[in-house]
């Protein structure tokens, strides 16, 4: 079946400029999660929505970064004025539900780089 | 603050023998352990898990292995396979907690 799908798969951008990345969960999985990879780190949790609204975005590193998740299925990642630190792999995960036997299943993630 | 910790960026192992990954974590409030795979270019994958109410979970040729007094987990892959190539990655969370990953371990399985 169909995994979790996020697009673009690459993005160059330059600095200060605005951009979104989009990610369709698996569909039925109730749980979305973003995490952001920079290179020789393991993925460092931004935020996840259960449903529509935001459960948790401790991660997300400041006010520049902001997610939606309108109708409960497709998200987007925005990030405003991008810096060349935000340059990474943006992952998006889904999961059934918030169950332990419910892991969670990425995608081939976005790479995004500020130039 | 690095919760999860995989202290062997790399690991090379001949094909057909047993691999060993290591995996140490601070947080007691971890309660459940999870094992990735990611190849190049791909998202990672979900490979195994235990709940801290047990102390070791097997599935095929993988096997997990945890020692809550030590905060410490392990990987045992046997045999080893050239498929098996690949970057580990650690995962912990605690009840209904967001997941932390370590910083992966390189795998080469050679000939």
């Known amino acids: 079946g169909a995994g979790v799908s996020q697009t673009p798969s690459n993005k160059v951008t330059e600095k200060g400029k605005y951009v979104e990345l989009r990610c369709d969960p698996i569909?039925?999985?109730?749980?979305l999660y973003w995490y952001r990879q920079s290179l020789g780190q393991g993925p460092e949790f931004l935020i996840y929505f259960q449903g529509t609204g935001a459960a948790d975005d401790s991660g997300l590193p400041n006010d520049r970064f902001f997610a939606v998740r309108p109708e409960g299925s497709v998200s987007t990642l925005k990030i405003q004025r991008t810096e060349r630190g935000d340059s990474a792999v943006y992952l998006c995960a889904s999961s059934l539900d918030r169950s332990y036997n419910s892991p969670l299943h990425f995608g081939n993630g976005t790479r995004l780089t500020v130039t | 603050d690095q919760q999860v910790k995989q202290n062997s960026p790399s690991l090379s192992v001949q094909e057909g023998r047993i691999s060993i990954l290591n995996c140490d974590y601070t947080?007691?409030?971890?309660?459940?352990f999870l094992w990735y795979k990611k190849y190049p270019a791909e998202g990672p994958t979900f490979l195994i898990s235990?709940?801290?109410?047990?102390d070791k979970n097997e599935d095929g040729r993988f096997t997990v292995f945890l020692n809550k007094s030590a905060k410490h987990l392990s990987l045992h892959i046997v045999p080893s396979q050239p498929g098996d190539s690949a970057v580990y990655f650690c995962?912990?969370?605690?009840?209904?907690?967001?997941?932390?990953f370590g910083a992966g371990t390189q795998v080469v399985v050679t000939p």
């Open positions: 995962a912990a969370s605690s009840y209904r907690g967001k997941l932390q």
């Open positions: 235990i709940s801290s109410i047990k």
């Open positions: 947080n007691s409030m971890f309660d459940y």
């Open positions: 569909s039925g999985h109730t749980a």
